[in-house]
């Protein structure tokens, strides 16, 4: 199976800074078959970026997706105080789907 | 508009099983397969497996299989997932995914979730 690694593990960031998101896969993902998710506490997670670089219906355009085969990226352009949140990684390329272990944005 | 209702949280002791169910509307429920996903308190996210509501065909995670049982009502739209042999390490939040997207392979409509916790 595809192991998904995210980086880094914990991002410390103030409101209105960059964040920058890795997920680094074991092989190659198929036509960029790659998701991002974001979760809040107590709260299913929500599709934000699918295709690599697609948002979501309704997502708002300080986010971005980039990447294809093995290195893909989540941008979050300027931190709004509602993206702070744990975010997953996930490629629907090749069976069994399979997730990143989670990059989680907090308030520095 | 697209729902997944799960059913309420369960506790079980070792060895017991749970059925957890997921009732969907505002599409089709035959239309498109049904997967689930759980998550370990404070750890990710981990795919069980699906079902194809029409035909009842599944596919389960290597994990899982022996003890995982995905069925389906069509008549109330209505998907089920049961685990079996359950162990303390089952404890989790599972959710059900599903909607007319579910084909491309991203997950964009999620239950609201249900803990299983599994203690003696």
């Known amino acids: 199976e595809i192991v998904l690694t995210q980086s880094p593990g914990t991002l410390s960031l103030s409101p209105g800074e960059r964040a920058t998101l890795s997920c680094r896969a074991s092989?190659?993902?198929?036509?960029?078959?790659l998701a991002w998710y974001q979760q809040k506490p107590g709260q299913a997670p929500r599709l934000l970026i699918y295709g690599a670089s697609s948002r979501a219906t309704g997502i708002p355009d300080r986010f971005s997706g980039s990447g294809s085969g093995t290195d893909f990226t989540l941008t979050i352009s300027g931190l709004e105080p509602e993206d702070f949140a744990v975010y997953y990684c996930q490629q629907y390329g090749t069976s069994p789907r399979t997730f990143g272990q989670g990059t989680k944005v907090e308030i520095k | 508009q697209v729902q997944l209702v799960q059913s309420g949280a369960e506790v079980k002791k070792p060895g017991a099983s749970v059925k957890v169910s997921c009732k969907a509307s505002?599409?089709?429920?035959?239309?498109?397969?049904m997967h689930w996903v759980r998550q370990v308190p404070g750890q990710g996210l981990e795919w069980m497996g699906w079902?194809?509501?029409?035909?009842?065909?599944?596919d389960y995670a290597q994990k899982f299989q022996g003890r995982i049982a995905m069925t389906r009502d069509t008549s109330i739209s209505t998907a089920y997932m049961e685990l079996s042999s359950l162990r303390s390490d089952d404890t989790a939040v599972y959710y059900c995914l599903g909607g007319p997207n579910i084909g491309r392979g991203y997950f964009d409509y999620w239950g609201q979730g249900t803990l299983v916790t599994v203690s003696s």
């Open positions: 092989q190659s993902v198929s036509s960029s078959s």
């Open positions: 505002g599409y089709t429920f035959t239309g498109y397969y």
């Open positions: 079902i194809n509501p029409n035909s009842g065909g599944t």
